[in-house]
Antibody
Framework: QVQLQESGPGLVKPSETLSLTCTVS????????WSWIRQPAGKGLEWIGR???????NYNPSLKSRVTMSLDTSRNQFSLKLRSVTAADTAVYYC???????????WGQGTLVTVSS | ETVMTQSPATLSVSPGERATLSCRAS??????LAWYQQRPGQAPRLLIY???TRATGIPARFSGSGSGTEFTLTISSLQSEDFAIYYC?????????FGGGTKVEIK
């Protein structure tokens, strides 16, 4: 059974870069698509983007100018970088596995990232 | 971007009763519609995809229907563990978008 675990700083200063890593166990990231989704407190879900082993990415147009995703097959990890953050980027960030058709079948537990000075 | 609207925002139901949740898309998404359940403090869990196909391990009391712009999630007999927030998600176009959620609470 696949397991996903997010890691990274829980506090980021405004205008800096948010960096998160997702470690995948129980499956190889050489298969499937891998995504980041976020959820501000008390609000709904927003898809940030996804990456495939080929390096192909799809980013949400609302965040595209600030997002970079990458993956490391040797460590079975994939990562998110979100630049120039503001308080509006404060959220629980989930890493997820999706089936290639944008259906998420496995989620990490989520990590809260707060943007504050 | 396709906007997903869920109703009602909150649904109060007694255990053992039936719950019917609605999801509307701002344009047709065919049958590319998923439902997720999110319990407090937990990540969402996939319930339904393809509008009506239950995900692995999901009990038969959960059923989905609809196509185009109107969708329904039905929970036939609510169990204690079903009190949660439910989100619909379209994946017909990029980016995939979620509804605002329906909270199912104990009446």
């Amino acid at each position: 059974q696949v397991q996903l675990q997010e890691s990274g700083p829980g506090l980021v200063k405004p205008s800096e870069t948010l960096s998160l890593t997702c470690t995948v166990s129980g499956d190889s990231i050489s298969y499937y698509y891998w995504s980041w989704i976020r959820q501000p407190a008390g609000k709904g879900l927003e898809w940030i983007g996804r990456i495939y082993v080929s390096g192909s990415t799809n980013y949400n147009p609302s965040l595209k100018s600030r997002v970079t995703m990458s993956l490391d097959t040797s460590r079975n990890q994939f990562s998110l970088k979100l630049r120039s953050v503001t308080a509006a980027d404060t959220a629980v960030y989930y890493c997820a596995r999706e089936n290639g058709d944008y259906v998420v079948d496995s989620w990490g537990q989520g990590t809260l990232v707060t943007v504050s000075s | 971007e396709t906007v997903m609207t869920q109703s009602p925002a909150t649904l109060s139901v007694s255990p053992g009763e039936r719950a019917t949740l609605s999801c509307r898309a701002s344009q047709s998404v065919s049958s590319k519609l998923a439902w997720y359940q999110q319990r407090p403090g937990q990540a969402p869990r996939l319930l339904i995809y393809g509008a009506s196909t239950r995900a692995t391990g999901i009990p038969a009391r959960f059923s989905g229907s609809g196509s185009g712009t109107e969708f329904t999630l039905t929970i036939s007999s609510l169990q204690s563990e079903d009190f949660a927030i439910y989100y619909c998600q379209q994946y017909n176009d990029w980016p995939p978008t979620f509804g605002g959620g329906t909270k199912v609470e104990i009446k």
